[in-house]
């Protein structure tokens, strides 16, 4: 077998801005010859994949799978430059081969993730060839894995549109797969970024503290009435972004939390993860 050089392959992918993988296989099939390497990748589109990766990727959908036994489950967000793409059978069917595959193999991140093999080839040589055939940036952007153990259920669900994707594990005698897709579907809807508060950063409630004194309103207030009123701002902060304490979206009153409504239908059950993917967020 050749033995092709490590700055061989640096030149080819300096050149062709294609990944390392694919350029090795370039060089073996040309007996590594640059020229011929690079004519190699350009045949097969990976060139012109390469050359859309600086392309802005804020659009696409959130993929789902669950095992067999529902014991598992998995969200990917697979993004593109435009929604026309993300609608196309290619795109939808891609991504949820992804999905699958994570659930099956169970990678340990991203990278790993994509050295693993669909068919004879790697997921990121498959997202290559698919970049070259519809002539759009791609990009695989993340994806979770939640696994149930002993007493323990996961939920998913998956809003219109495919958009938002929620994944939430519970634990308890009482906790049941309909009760934590109750819960996912709240979470879609109001999107909280922390499941109680233990898991508020200090410096988050900090800074919510020295918004909440900068208000004009409280200025020369007393110090007793001043805490009071900033427990009551922390609480206020505490029902928005905390997904036991916001307002449970089935609750057509609009006064039971989440937590409230889980001791109510289970008592003792506790949400152990939530993981919630929106398409585009944070990208820049």
């Known amino acids: 077998m050749l033995d092709i050089s490590a700055e061989k392959v640096k030149e080819l992918r300096e050149k062709s801005g294609a990944g390392m993988m694919d350029c090795k296989r ?22 012109k994949a390469a050359k859309k990766a600086g392309r802005a990727t804020a659009e696409g959908l959130i993929g789902l799978a669950v095992s067999a036994d529902k014991k598992a ?6 993004n593109c ?20 595959k994570v659930v099956v193999s169970k990678p340990a991140d991203l990278d790993s993730f994509l050295n693993q093999k669909l068919g004879d080839v790697t997921v990121q040589e498959t997202l290559s060839g698919l970049i070259a055939k519809v ?18 259920v996961v939920a998913a669900y998956v809003h219109a549109g495919s958009k938002i994707g929620v994944l939430i594990k519970m634990k308890g005698e009482k906790a049941d797969e309909l009760l934590a897709r109750d819960i996912a579907m709240h979470s879609a809807a109001m999107s909280p970024s922390y499941v109680d508060r233990s898991q508020v950063p200090a410096s988050v409630i900090e800074r919510e503290k020295e918004i909440a004194k900068a208000s004009p309103d409280l200025a020369g207030k007393p110090a007793a009435i001043l805490d009071k009123i900033l427990d009551g701002k922390l609480n206020r902060y505490y029902s ?35 993981v919630r993917f929106q398409v585009g967020e944070e990208v820049a």
């Open 73 to 78: 489950a998995a969200l990917i967000e697979v």
């Open 81 to 100: 430059e435009t929604d026309f793409v993300a609608k196309t059978d290619q795109f939808i069917n891609f991504l949820n081969t992804l999905a699958e």
């Open 135 to 152: 002539g759009e940036n791609m990009a695989i952007r993340r994806f979770r894995l939640l696994n149930a153990g002993m007493s323990e």
């Open 26 to 47: 370039a060089l073996a099939a040309n007996e590594g010859d640059l020229t011929k390497a690079m004519d190699y990748l350009r045949k097969e589109g990976t060139v």
């Open 240 to 274: 928005e972004v905390c997904l036991l304490d916001q307002p449970f979206i089935k609750d057509t009153v609009g006064k039971k939390s989440v937590g409230a409504f889980l001791k109510e239908k289970a008592p003792g059950a506790q949400i152990i993860e939530m």
